[in-house]
């Protein structure tokens, strides 16, 4: 830190708790022994997809997992803030950023994951997530926030005050996200529930289209439930979500 109080970086300090790796762990071997399942007793024609795309999901997952792992980072310096991703780095000046703001993680996430969040609003609403800001990596979010956000204001040509026009911005994306949110959850269920039809068919030998059943119904039915929320919740939205002031 510099005698400004302005130049700071967040890296990951912290080892990964012992349940996360163990889950990765298993995820990862199920993932081989599910693939090699596949390759073994696929029908032809019918499973032949199964196994690269599994595959490259699993590729993908792990590439993510390692390259985040090694690069994410924050960096903040009198010009601004970079948010250095897995792959991707974004920065921006100063006057380009509304606020910072640690939020709490969405229900359900359990223990293995962080429970305290910072992201990064801009002028338009949008919020993008800082890496390594967190209560993992943090004793004290809050308060490390705060301090950083009194060291850039002599770096600012705007004070920190909200704007209605933002916050309504921002109260439209939390709604977004908590309505694709319950999609999400939604597919999830009624895949749940394709398979045990899908087990259904499978007993009357009557199961002839598996991808349709098992992915198509459970994306589509997601798709709309999130749709019908964000309409019904940008009218009358949760009491969770921040409202205009």
Request: hydrophobic share 45%.
């Amino acid at each position: 830190m510099d005698e400004g109080g302005i130049e700071r970086e967040y890296r990951k300090r912290r080892k990964e708790p012992l349940g996360r790796l163990l889950l990765l762990g298993v995820l990862l071997v199920n993932g081989v022994v599910q693939t090699g399942r596949f390759t073994a007793g696929g029908r032809e024609g019918v499973d032949r997809w199964g196994p690269p795309v599994f595959t490259l999901l699993l590729v993908v997952t792990m590439a993510r997992i390692a390259l985040e792992y090694f690069r994410a980072h924050t960096r903040v310096t009198a010009a601004g803030i970079t948010a250095q991703g897995a792959v991707r780095a974004r920065t921006w000046t100063w006057s380009e950023v509304y606020d910072i703001r640690v939020e709490p993680v969405p229900r359900g996430s359990g223990r293995m994951a962080p429970q305290w969040l910072t992201y990064l609003y801009d002028f338009e609403g949008r919020r993008f997530l800082l890496p390594h800001l967190n209560d993992w990596q943090l004793a004290d979010p809050y308060t490390e926030v705060a301090d950083l956000c009194l060291a850039a204001a002599p770096h600012r040509s705007l004070t920190w005050e909200r704007r209605p026009d933002v916050e309504e911005r921002i109260r439209q994306g939390a709604v977004r996200r908590k309505a694709w949110q319950w999609g999400s959850y939604g597919a999830v269920a009624m895949m749940v529930l394709m398979m045990v039809v899908g087990f259904g068919l499978i007993v009357t030998e009557r199961y002839d289209h598996p991808f349709l059943l098992i992915v198509c119904v459970p994306l589509a039915s997601g798709a709309v439930l999130g749709a019908v929320l964000q309409w019904y919740w940008s009218i009358r939205p949760p009491r969770s979500l921040p409202r205009q002031p």
